[in-house]
């Protein structure tokens, strides 16, 4: 946090002056702002607790979709058709005023209307007279053409007919969790106000009502016209299965297949009994004849009997078929003529029977009794197979009749069934569709529950708090700033940066230096001069008492490193420790050197590749091998040039330059990593130069200059010092 504060501090005149511009600006700009007025009105929709036809007394609320109802009405209310009319509505009233009207248009927005729209347009509004002849022309004027005089009004900003000022100065907000919207529109003309509400909230409902319906209008025309084709296609298929029973003359078809079949049936078994009886009474008949002889006396009988069983079997017959055909005069006919005939042949067989017997002592008239009973129950069967077999052949073919109408039969109510259940579900849908228009023209009934006033006072003015504001936003840009190019400077910046960063042990630190300098920064200077000169002296010292003479190799990887002043009091500090200090620097720096050094405290070289096999660095300036007492080799900018690995090993110190306000590269970590390589246990040290003095706190604590009570009750607040 104390980091942080003295951060600002650097900006603190930028602090002071940028939020009062901000605020004078403002201040400035709102001098001539016009009066604020607001109106408000509020519309009960009905949409979470309102009745609705399908509502029920225990049905559950779906906030989800009450909410959605919501953002559909709030999205309705601000839609650009609803703003559109809004302001063609409000334009249509303004273009027939003559003069300025408080009621309804201020001068202010008079005069603005004047200068907005052409005498063209005002010369024809008169002649409409009234607002709505003027809407619907300045409307078919608006929609016939993209580029008119009404488009380029409703698109200008600035004024009470701009749909995007008009959208932006209408506020529709719901009331909590209630079923009523607010509308808020705020002007500088509290007529425009009111009449903006009044025309907003006319125009919106009827909108919403007519969306609304136009959602199930169209499904509902879509089931009529379904209802329609599935009703005729019902009715062809019925007409069809008419059709086919008047062709085939089928009333009931199961119940006149059902009578024949069980018909047949009971025909097959009459035919069956009739067999049997036919079959008994041939058998008995050929029996009875064997036994009979034949005699001359019997012939002429026997003729009789015969012609007269031939006549009652053709009776019996006749008689049979009347009565399959249910022939009443034909029954009766046959059964005189059967009676008859059986009499006579009675009357014949009494007359046979009184003749003899049989050979086998039978009486001959019980023989020709059965003879004649068989031979009479044979021809009845006989006769009674003949009908039988010619109604089952009625049968038979009626069947055949019947069976392929089944399958079409079949077919034909199939699909009037399919054509019914069709119809049914879509007169189903109809009916639901037609409900749910009902309900949805029943819920979008839009109720205006508190109408719009005319504001007769303006709005509080915002205008100290704009001040206050940008003023607070000034303030907060410097800091912004200030922080964020702390947090984006990937320099060094501070000692415990660069231990971090460099990787080397940290011997001493200069500050940067400005045109004007403090007299607590002399102090501060030679304290950290002293600590600087505190830290390398172990490792020069011992080698000039055991060898006379020690050399400490300074390198640096970028150019411009070395400050005047720091060279000049760290000489001044060494010089006054060891009489004979001597520098050797490369050329480029030859002009800081001769500023900072005496002429006689240092040599200059020019860097080249032959002096790769020099042994040791006098050879740079042809001096005598330890002539001096302590030589402080500077080294080129390695970027450029390269280290003898000579010069580094002969050295009893290494020291890196290096700028608090640089950027440590890659290239520079490459260059660190051949040096260590090279002076394997040579003692190496960072000397961070340019170093900003609030980032020494980690280095020797408090800076020692002059603060005021209130900077110091606030660091110890910070601080958490609360003694």
Known sequence: ???????????????????????????????????????????????????????????????????????????????????????????????????????????????????????????????????????????????????????????????????????????????????????????????????????????????????????????????????????????????????????????????????????????????????????????????????????????????????????????????????????????????????????????????????????????????????????????????????????????????????????TLKQLERQIDINEKEYLAILNGLHLARLRQSNLSLNSNIVVQDKPFFPLQPQASTRGLLIGLSFFVGFILVVTFAIGKEFMDSSIRSPERAKKTIGLPLAGVSITGGVTIMPYQHALRNLLAEKFVSTILPYISKPIEDNGNAQISIITTKAGVFPKTDLKRLHKFLSSLYNDTYWIVPINYSEVFTAALPQNAFAVYTPNLVHLNYKNVYELVNETPQKHQLTIYISPDLSQSSLPVSFAKSSDLMLLAFKANDTWLPLDKEILIKVKAAINDIPFFTWLINTDEANLDGLIGEVPKKRSWLRKKIKKLLTLNLK
């Open 1 to 407: 946090m104390v980091h942080y504060i003295k951060l600002l501090l650097q900006y603190t005149k930028w602090l002071i002056l940028l939020p009062i511009i901000c605020a004078i600006t403002v201040f400035f700009l709102t001098k001539k702002a016009k009066k604020e007025y607001s109106s408000s009105t509020t519309l009960y929709t009905g949409v979470a607790s309102g009745y609705s036809i399908t509502s029920t007394e225990d049905e559950r609320l779906d906030y989800f979709a009450v909410n959605n109802a919501f953002d559909n009405l709030l999205a309705s209310a601000k839609s650009r058709e609803t703003i559109e009319q809004v302001s063609l509505h409000l334009l249509a009233e303004h273009l027939l005023l003559t003069k300025p009207d408080p009621h309804v248009l201020g001068s202010a927005g008079f005069e603005s209307l004047r200068k907005l729209v052409d005498n063209r347009l005002l010369a024809r509004a008169k002649q409409l007279k009234d607002p709505q002849s003027v809407y619907n022309y300045i409307n078919q004027l608006y929609t016939s053409q993209d580029d008119n005089v009404i488009t380029d009004i409703l698109n200008k900003p600035g004024s009470f007919y701009s749909i995007d000022d008009l959208k932006s100065n209408l506020v529709v907000t719901r009331i909590n969790t209630s079923d009523i919207i607010q509308v808020v529109y705020s002007g500088n003309d509290p007529a425009v106000c009111l009449r903006v509400l009044q025309l907003h909230s006319s125009i919106f409902t009827a909108n919403y009502k007519r969306l609304k319906s136009d959602q199930t209008y169209s499904a509902v025309q879509y089931f009529e016209t379904k209802l329609a084709d599935a009703k005729t296609r019902l009715a062809a298929s019925e007409n069809d299965l008419k059709v086919f029973g008047q062709k085939n003359r089928v009333i009931n078809y199961y119940e006149q297949t059902r009578y024949v079949a069980q018909a047949k049936e009971e025909l097959d078994k009459e035919i069956y009994a009739e067999k049997v009886n036919q079959s008994g009474s041939k058998h008995a008949l050929l029996q009875v004849d064997k036994k009979l002889s034949s005699r001359e006396n019997q012939v002429s009988n026997g003729l009789s009997l015969i012609n007269l069983r031939q006549h009652l079997s053709e009776a019996n017959s006749g008689l049979e078929r009347a009565k399959v055909y249910n022939n009443t005069a034909k029954i009766n006919e046959f059964s005189k003529r059967v009676k008859m005939l059986d009499d006579s042949l009675k009357s014949e067989s009494n007359k046979y029977l009184n003749l003899n017997y049989t050979p086998e002592t039978i009486p001959r008239p019980s023989l020709i009794q059965q003879y004649i009973d068989n031979s009479v129950s044979s021809d009845k069967a006989t006769a009674g197979l003949g009908v039988l077999n010619n109604q089952k052949q009625n049968y038979l073919n009626e069947i055949d009749e019947l069976a392929p109408l089944g399958s």
